[in-house]
């Protein structure tokens, strides 16, 4: 490997859920019960909108799906938001190493190797409860604090945070998410986006890759650097 690409890229920061591990899957499901309590449909495809939003903006959307409006109190879309972690929560609980999705682990092992920092810029106030589960805490130099953010993604604050907190420039950073408002997100704070989906899915990535298992260093570094 070209010593200057090592040298460009000096971190890679990642979603969590639908990147590190299928926790997608289960935000899926739990909103997918309360949409069924609620009389409301939902789709794999509508679905699709709620990844790398928050839990209140998700419901908010998940309710403008009816035909028709209800009117909900504060007091009422909080605990049904609460409803619907208290689902995921469960269904989390069971998490073990062996749902890290596929690469993952080798991935993050070539990048400690290489010297580049890694973190973790996750929407979910769950973050932390999912990577101890998945027991891979420690191989994460950061792991942004969402709770003392001021704006959601697609805003680029996550990403930027990860950045400061690693002491890096955005722009020798890789960001690699699942959903578009990260992608937003990653390429609002200056940095390479890397999509894990469907092409079309992802018109502003850098790159489209169709599984986490085609997650490679050496690739990335070719495509970082001819960007750079
Ligand atoms: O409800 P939580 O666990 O705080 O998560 C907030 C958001 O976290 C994001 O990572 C998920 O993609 C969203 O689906 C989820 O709504
Ligand atoms: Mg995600």
Redesign the pocket.
């Known amino acids: 490997m070209d010593n200057n690409q090592t040298k460009s890229l000096q971190a890679v920061i990642f979603?969590?859920?639908?990147v590190i591990t299928d926790t997608?899957e289960y935000?899926y499901q739990a909103w997918k019960a309360i949409a069924e309590e609620l009389n409301i449909p939902f789709t794999r495809e509508f679905n699709e909108n709620?990844?790398?939003?928050?839990?209140l903006d998700?419901l908010k959307l998940l309710l403008s799906q009816t035909t028709t409006p209800v009117h909900y109190s504060e007091a009422e879309m909080n605990e049904l938001a609460a409803r619907?972690?208290n689902l995921?929560v469960k269904l989390i609980e069971k998490i073990t190493p062996a749902d890290l999705l596929p690469g993952i682990s080798g991935f993050l092992t070539e990048l400690r190797e290489a010297g580049i920092k890694t973190g973790i810029a996750?929407?979910?106030?769950?973050a932390q409860t999912v990577l101890d589960g998945l027991g891979v805490t420690s191989w994460f130099d950061v792991i942004v604090d969402?709770t003392r953010l001021k704006n959601n993604k697609p805003d680029p604050e996550i990403f930027l945070t990860a950045a400061a907190q690693l002491g890096v420039e955005p722009a020798a950073c890789i960001g690699v998410e699942d959903?578009v408002s990260g992608v937003d997100a990653i390429k609002a704070a200056g940095m390479f986006a890397v999509a894990i989906g469907a092409a079309e899915q992802f018109p502003k990535a850098d790159i489209v890759l169709p599984s986490t298992a085609k997650l490679s260093l050496r690739d990335l570094m070719e495509h970082f650097a001819v960007k750079a």
């Not at 979603?15 to 639908?18: E, N, P, V």
């Not at 709620?50 to 839990?55: A, D, E, N, T």
């Not at 996750?122 to 769950?126: E, G, L, Q, T």
Request: glycine share 8%; net charge positive.
């Open positions: 979603d969590l859920d639908g997608a935000h709620l990844k790398g939003v928050s839990r998700s619907k972690n995921y996750s929407a979910s106030k769950n969402v959903a």
